[in-house]
């Protein structure tokens, strides 16, 4: 495996992201986060634009603050999240997502187009991996 600092993000996106557009309900995005196995969705514009994202952290504030789930992403969604380009490395993949304390990160062209998202867990497989094969070296 390469160094984490030459890994693309583009290598650990595997599938197409899981949008929705701001008019969906929570209750949609719900549904659709369960249904394909994943802890957020992109919202996005017609264009393809990340406009916003929700996570399982934003499902908890809003069950928490008696929000109904037939409330719009739109109007609960993190707006403007953080994003990395595909040609970004995981380091700076990692680093973002330690200090701005998030765990998940919209991939996207150098147009904002949205390529994919990643998550700290593929993060952290690809920073166990170097540390597995560093250790091997080092026998």
Known sequence: MSHPGLVKVSELVRRAPI???PLATVEEAVKLMH???V???VVVSPE?????????RDLVRLIGEGKPLTTRIGDVMTRDPVT????????KAAM????KRIRHLPVVDREGRLKGVISAR??????????????????
């Open 35 to 37: 249904r394909e196995g």
């Open 19 to 21: 949008t929705v557009t």
């Open 48 to 56: 393809g634009k990340v406009l916003g994202i929700f996570t399982e």
């Open 84 to 91: 990395v380009y595909e040609d970004d490395t995981v380091t």
């Open 39 to 41: 802890g957020s969705v």
């Open 96 to 99: 973002l997502m330690a200090e």
């Open 122 to 139: 593929d993060v952290a497989s690809v920073l166990a991996r170097y540390k597995e094969e560093l250790g091997e070296v080092s026998e």
